[in-house]
C-alpha cells in the first residue's frame, strides 16, 4: 500500500465499520485494516441482534450517550441501506416475588435514561401480550423500543457505504506494530505497511494488545463469553416480545427472542474466558440453555434446535467505555465495547468523530451520502426468493443468485463464514445437509481455489 | 389457481414410484421436486446398494436415480419447484418464475428424511470447517469431487455409518474411529466386525464425543470413553444418522399421506420405492 491515508481504522468490527463509514462520508481517505479472512471475525459475529434503547444502561455514562444516538440513526438510515427492523418490544419478566419488587426500580431507572415509554405491566396484561410464556411468569416491565434487527447485514452496509465513499477495506491485514513520526503513523501489517495521519484502535477482544502500540493499554481485556441456542422456524411463533431476566447482583441472567431471521434463539451465558479468538460452546452449558427456554416457553418442546453458537464480548476492568482521542499521538481509542455494540456502533462513530474534530483538525464538508442498500436476509422485507429463482440452500430460501453476488463485488465474502453470514446458506435445520457441497462448489468457483 | 387432481411433494425413491404407479393406474400426478434433478437421496450415493427390489439389479445410487428418472419420462414431473407451504388442499410452490399457487385433490408428502447435525445434538466445541453429516459427505464427494478431510472421526454406529466409510474409502481416506455413545453398536451384527476387520477402522462403543476443537480446521475431538477423557487427533467430524424426518410442511397439521422417509426412521431405497408404490394404490382405490 503505497498511499498515505487520513485514517487507519484498526479492526472490522461493527464498531470500525461505522467509524470508518462516518469518516468516509466526511470527505477523508481512509483504511480499515482487518485481521481476519473477512470482516466481521470477531465479537461482531456472534450477538443477539438487539437494538436496545438503552433503558438498563449506567446512568450518565458514554454508553449510554452511544447507544442512545446509534439507536436514533439506525432508525434513520436503516431504509435507505435496506436494513430491517423487527418491532418486537421487550419485557423485563419477574419469575419470582423477590424479582417482582425490583421492577418499580427498572421503570424509574429508565425513565432517568430518558427512555420515557417504558412502563410496568401486571400478570392479566402479560398473559395477553405472551400467551405461550409460562404462568410462572409473575408481572413485567414492558419496554416498546426494544427491537430486533439483523447483526450482520447492519455492519455490512456500514462497510459498503464507506467503500463508496471511497474507503478502503483491507482483509488479513494483521496489525503487527506502528512507529509514530513526524505526524503520522506507519502501520506494519500482515497486509504490508500503511501510513495514515490518525489512528484509531477498535481492534475489539484485542483492544489492549493493539492499544500497546500507542501506549501502555489503560484497560486489560478479558473476554466474556456469551453462548446461545437456536431453535427451529416454528418456535418463533411462541412469543413476540424480547423476554429479558430481571437482573440480579449475581448474574445478567439470559434472555429469550426472536432473531431477524424467524427463529427463537436463547442466550447469552456470561463467563469470562482466556481465549480472545475462538468462541466455543459446551454441552452442559447448552443443555441448560435448552432447559431454561422450555421452561420459559413449555411449548417449546418437542420443536428442534437449529443452531447453537457463542461470542466474546470484549470486556475490560471499566464498567464504561474506554473512547478517548491522545492528542500528541494522533490515535483514538475505542475500547471495551462490550455488549452493546451492534446498537451503540452509529453513535461511537458520531462520537469519535466529535473527538477528531476538537483534537486532530475539523472534518471537511460532508459530500451528499451514497447510499448502498444491502441484500435483505429477514423475512420483515421481502425476500430475493420471493420474486423466483433457483434456491440452493432450502432451509432458509437462499438463491444461487444471492450466493453468487455474495461472492461477487467491491467486497466479496472472504470465506465460507463470510458468505453464510452474507446470506444465511447453511445456517437452517439441517446445517447444510443437503446444500453445503453445492455452495461450497459456488464459493471455489468463484474464489477460485480450495478454501 | 393450477388445479391437479394427485401433488406429490418430492421426487425421490418413493415419490416418484408412487407417481408412476399412478400413472399406471391411469391416474394423472404431479412431482414437485425442489432440486434441478429428480432422484432424492440415491443421487450422492455413490456406492453399490440400490435397485434389487425394484428392478431386480444391483446398481450405484446415482444410477439407480438415473433409472428412477427414465422410468419417470412421461409424468408431470417439475424440478426447481419448492413447496413453501400446505394450507387445506393448497400448496404454495416456489420456481424460477415466482410463487404461486395449486390446488390438489391428493397430497402425498414424499420429503424424505436427514440427519441430525452437530448443533441439534448440542455438541460443544470451536466451529471449524470439516464438520458435517454422511449425507453432506457424499454430496462432496461424489457429486463434487471434494475430499473433505482425511482422518475424520465417524459418529454412530448405525447403517449409514457404514456408508459414511464406504464413502470415505472410495477417496482414499482412513477414519480414526467410529465412536458410538451405545454399548454396542446399532446397526445389525455384523457390522462393528465388517468395520474393523474390513475397514480397518476400529470400533469404541461406550463413548461420548464431548468436544470439537480446532481454529479453521478441525484438529481434534474430545471424548469421553469408560468415565475417561481423551483427546483424539483427526480433521474431521461426520454425523452419522439420527434421522429426523424433513416434516417442515407438516406445521399447519395440512391433510395429506406420507410415503418413504418422511415417516421418520431410514429405510432402505428399494423399501421406500416399495411403499409409494403401495401408497399409489390406495390412493387409486380411494382409501388414502
Ligand atoms: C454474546 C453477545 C451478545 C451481544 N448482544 C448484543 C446485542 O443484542 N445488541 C448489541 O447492540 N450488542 C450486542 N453485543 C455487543 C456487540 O456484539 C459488541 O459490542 C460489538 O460486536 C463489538 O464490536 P467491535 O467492533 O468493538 O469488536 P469486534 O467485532 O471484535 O471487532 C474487532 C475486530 O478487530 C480485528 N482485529 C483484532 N486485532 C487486530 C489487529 N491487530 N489488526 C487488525 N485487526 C484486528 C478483529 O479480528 C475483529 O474483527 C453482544 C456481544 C456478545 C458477545
Ligand atoms: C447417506 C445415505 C446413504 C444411504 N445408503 C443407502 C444404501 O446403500 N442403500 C439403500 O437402499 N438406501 C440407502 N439410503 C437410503 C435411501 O437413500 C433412502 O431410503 C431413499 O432415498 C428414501 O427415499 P424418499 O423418496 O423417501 O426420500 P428422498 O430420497 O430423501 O427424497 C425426498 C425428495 O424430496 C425433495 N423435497 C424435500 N422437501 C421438498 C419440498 N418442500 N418441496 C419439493 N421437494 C422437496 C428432496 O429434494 C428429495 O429429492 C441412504 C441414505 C443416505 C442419506
Known sequence: ?451 | MEQRDVVIIGGGPAGLSAARRLSELGIAATVLEREQQAGGAPRHCGHLGFGWESHRRIWTGPRFAERLRTDSANLDLRTGHTVLGIDGNVLRVLNQRGISEMAAGKIILATGTRETPRSARLVGGSRPRGVMTTGALQAHVYLQNFKPFERPVIIGSEWVSFSAILTCRHIGVRPVAMIEAKDRISAPRPGGLLARLIYGVPVWTGTRLIAIDGRTGVEAVEIERHGRHARIACDGVIFTGEWAPEAALLVNRPKVTLAGNVHGDLKTSGACWREGRAIAEQVARGQA
Open chain 1, 1 to 451: 500500500m503505497q498511499r498515505g491515508f487520513d485514517i487507519a481504522v484498526i479492526g472490522g468490527g461493527v464498531v470500525g465499520l461505522a467509524i470508518l463509514r462516518r469518516f468516509a462520508m466526511s470527505g477523508l481517505s481512509c483504511v480499515l485494516l482487518e485481521r481476519g479472512a473477512d470482516i466481521l471475525s470477531g465479537a461482531s459475529k456472534g450477538n443477539s441482534g438487539l437494538l436496545h434503547t438503552g433503558f438498563d444502561a449506567p446512568a450518565g455514562s458514554l454508553e449510554l450517550a452511544c447507544i442512545r444516538a446509534g439507536y436514533a440513526e439506525y432508525i434513520d438510515i436503516r431504509g435507505r441501506l435496506n436494513l430491517p427492523l423487527v418491532k418486537s418490544s421487550a419485557l423485563v419478566v419477574a419469575w419470582s416475588e423477590e424479582e417482582r419488587t425490583k421492577l418499580a426500580g427498572i421503570v424509574a431507572k429508565a425513565h432517568a435514561n430518558g427512555v420515557e415509554d417504558v412502563r410496568p405491566v401486571e400478570s392479566d396484561e402479560l398473559r395477553r401480550l405472551e400467551p405461550r410464556l409460562s404462568p410462572a411468569a409473575k408481572a413485567a416491565v414492558l419496554v416498546p423500543g426494544e427491537h430486533i434487527i439483523d447483526p450482520w447485514s447492519a455492519p455490512l452496509a456500514y462497510a459498503h457505504q464507506a467503500l463508496a465513499h471511497g474507503a478502503v477495506i483491507l482483509r488479513d491485514a494483521e496489525v503487527t506494530g506502528g512507529e509514530f513520526a513526524q505526524g503520522a503513523w506507519r502501520l506494519a501489517s500482515k497486509a504490508g505497511p500503511v501510513s495514515a495521519r490518525a489512528v484509531i484502535n477498535a481492534a475489539g477482544n484485542f483492544g489492549d494488545l493493539v492499544e500497546a502500540i500507542a501506549r501502555p493499554p489503560p484497560f486489560t481485556i478479558t473476554p466474556r463469553r456469551g453462548q446461545f441456542v437456536v431453535f427451529d422456524k416454528p418456535a418463533s411463533q411462541l412469543v413476540t416480545a424480547i423476554i429479558l431476566p430481571v437482573p440480579s447482583d449475581r448474574t445478567k441472567g439470559v434472555v429469550l427472542f426472536r432473531t431477524a431471521y424467524g427463529n427463537l434463539a436463547i442466550g447469552p451465558t456470561a463467563e469470562d474466558v482466556p481465549e480472545r479468538e475462538v468462541a466455543a460452546t459446551d454441552t452442559a452449558t447448552l443443555e441448560r440453555l435448552k432447559a431454561r427456554a422450555l421452561e420459559m416457553a413449555p411449548s417449546l418442546s418437542g420443536i428442534g434446535v437449529s443452531a447453537i453458537y457463542a461470542g466474546l464480548r470484549p470486556a475490560t476492568e471499566h464498567k464504561d467505555y474506554v473512547i478517548e482521542a491522545l492528542p500528541g499521538r494522533s490515535w483514538i481509542t475505542v475500547g471495551g465495547i462490550r455488549s452493546t455494540g451492534l446498537t451503540a456502533s452509529l453513535g461511537i462513530a458520531r462520537h469519535v468523530a466529535g473527538l477528531y474534530a476538537s483534537h486532530f483538525g475539523a472534518l471537511p464538508s460532508q459530500p451528499d451520502p451514497i447510499w448502498t442498500p444491502v441484500p435483505n436476509l429477514t423475512e420483515e422485507r421481502p425476500r430475493p426468493y420471493m420474486q423466483g429463482g433457483e434456491i440452493a440452500c432450502h432451509c432458509e430460501r437462499v438463491t444461487r443468485g444471492e450466493i453468487e453476488r455474495a461472492l461477487e463485488g467491491p467486497l466479496p465474502a472472504g470465506d465460507l463464514g463470510g458468505l453464510r453470514r452474507r446470506t444465511r446458506a447453511m445456517m437452517g435445520r439441517c446445517q447444510g445437509f443437503s446444500c453445503s457441497a453445492h455452495v461450497e462448489k459456488l464459493f471455489r468457483e468463484k474464489t477460485r481455489g480450495a478454501a
